[in-house]
C-alpha cells in the first residue's frame, strides 16, 4: 500500500499579517511614545505623522483626530489592565494574596508597556471629550474597586486590622502610579520586584516588633530593710 505526503499548505492559503493591522500598531506605538515623553495636550497629529514619516493626510485614514487616538491609548489600555489584575486576583487564593497578585500584576504591565502606562496616564487626566472621559472614569473606578474589595476581604476575614478599604487602595496605588517616574527599565530589579519589595514594607510596616519587657520586680520588704540597714 503506497503513501502520500500530504501537501503543504500553499502561500495562498497561509494568513499573512493585515499590513493595515502593522502599519496601525505603528502607529499607536509612536502616539503612546510622544504621549508617554510630551504629554498628550502637547502632541499633534502633525507630531505623530512627522515621527511616522508619513503625511498627515496619511495618518488621517488611521485615526481622523486625536479622540480616536485616546478610545485607542487609554480605553483600550485600561481594559487591558483591569483584564490583567482580575485575572490574577482570580487565580489567588487568601485576600491578602489576592492584594498581592493585583499590584504584582499592575506592575508587571509596567514592565511590558512602560510607555502605555505612562501614556494612558497623560492623557486620561489631559483631554478628552464627555462620553470618552465617562468611559475612561468607569474603567478606573472598576480596577481600583477590584483592589478595595480585596482589602476589604482581608479586614473581614481578620487577616489584616480594621481599615478603610479606599484609603489603603490609595496608599498602594500611590506606590504604584508613581514608579515610573524613578524607576529604570533597564535596572537590576523590574517593576514587579520593586512591587514584591514594596508589598513587604506595606503590608508588614517599618517598625520591627520586639518582644514586650517583663514588669519590673521589686524585691521583698525584709530584703530591702536589710539593704538598707
Known amino acids: 500500500m503506497s503513501t502520500s505526503k500530504a501537501a503543504a499548505p500553499s502561500s495562498a492559503s497561509m494568513e499573512a499579517p493585515d499590513p493595515l493591522d502593522t502599519r496601525e500598531n505603528q502607529l499607536l506605538a509612536i502616539a503612546r511614545a510622544l504621549f508617554a515623553r510630551h504629554g498628550y495636550d502637547r502632541t499633534s497629529l502633525r507630531d505623530i505623522a512627522e515621527e511616522a514619516k508619513i503625511t498627515k493626510a496619511a495618518l488621517y485614514y488611521y485615526f481622523p483626530n486625536k479622540d480616536a487616538l485616546f478610545e ?27 492584594i498581592r497578585a493585583f499590584m504584582e500584576a499592575s506592575a508587571h504591565v509596567q514592565d511590558h508597556g512602560r510607555d502605555r502606562w505612562i501614556a494612558g496616564s497623560n492623557a486620561f487626566w489631559q483631554g478628552a471629550k464627555e462620553g470618552q472621559r465617562l468611559a475612561a472614569l468607569k474603567l478606573r473606578d472598576s480596577y481600583e474597586n477590584l483592589l478595595r474589595q480585596c482589602i476589604a476581604d482581608g479586614v473581614a476575614a481578620g487577616e489584616l486590622r480594621p481599615m478603610d478599604p479606599a484609603m489603603a487602595g490609595r496608599l498602594l496605588l500611590s506606590a504604584l502610579n508613581h514608579m515610573p517616574r524613578w524607576h529604570k527599565p533597564d535596572g537590576k530589579l523590574s517593576a514587579a520586584q520593586v512591587m514584591q519589595q514594596f508589598l513587604d514594607i506595606l503590608m508588614h510596616g517599618l517598625i520591627k516588633e520586639t518582644p514586650a519587657s517583663p514588669p519590673a520586680t521589686r524585691p521583698p520588704a525584709r530584703a530591702r530593710k536589710s539593704a538598707t540597714a
Open 72 to 98: 485607542r491609548v487609554v480605553l483600550e489600555s485600561m481594559q487591558s489592565l483591569y483584564d490583567e489584575t482580575s485575572k490574577a486576583v482570580a487565580r489567588a487564593g487568601t485576600p491578602t494574596d489576592r
